[in-house]
């Protein structure tokens, strides 16, 4: 292999990881995909409504959810941009690595976890593109 190639092979995988954002986790991967929320930058940022489901109890809110992989660690980070979550004493940060992480094709992302204030949950991203595409469902909670 030659220098030229040498170069051009890292061009090009320095090119292809600066403009298109490839996730540690699979499930989070071909959620990204399946949904096509990678923008123009590359970046993963979209509108969504995500459900903290805790026993019996459904809580409900409206954010934008920017995923970053982060490559020092190996790991994709999941962030919600609604105060209100946090508020509620949900968490607002989830990471691949930390938190199970499962993608039900063409429907939702569902993380499982848990914290101190509600102990285990369950958290279910639907991208604003799942339920515009969801032309039967009035109620996203219907999803579950």
Do not use: C
């Not at 969504?48 to 026993?55: N, S």
Request: charged share 25%; aromatic share 18%.
């Amino acid at each position: 292999m030659n220098y030229y190639e040498i170069w051009l092979d890292f061009f090009n995988l320095y090119n292809t990881s600066l403009f298109f954002m490839r996730a540690y986790s699979t499930a989070v991967q071909e959620f990204i995909t399946d949904f096509d929320l990678i923008s123009s930058d590359g970046s993963v940022s979209f509108d969504a409504i995500v459900q903290f489901k805790v026993k019996e109890k459904t809580t409900q809110y409206k954010t934008t959810v920017q995923v970053v992989t982060i490559e020092s660690k190996r790991t994709d980070a999941i962030y919600l941009f609604n105060k209100d979550i946090a508020s509620d004493l949900f968490p607002n940060t989830f990471k691949n690595t930390k938190d199970n992480v499962y993608y039900i094709d063409e429907r939702y992302l569902m993380i499982i976890s848990d914290n101190a204030s509600h102990g285990d949950f369950k958290a279910f991203i639907y991208p604003k593109v799942a339920i515009n595409n969801a032309s039967e469902v009035e109620d996203v909670s219907t999803f579950i």
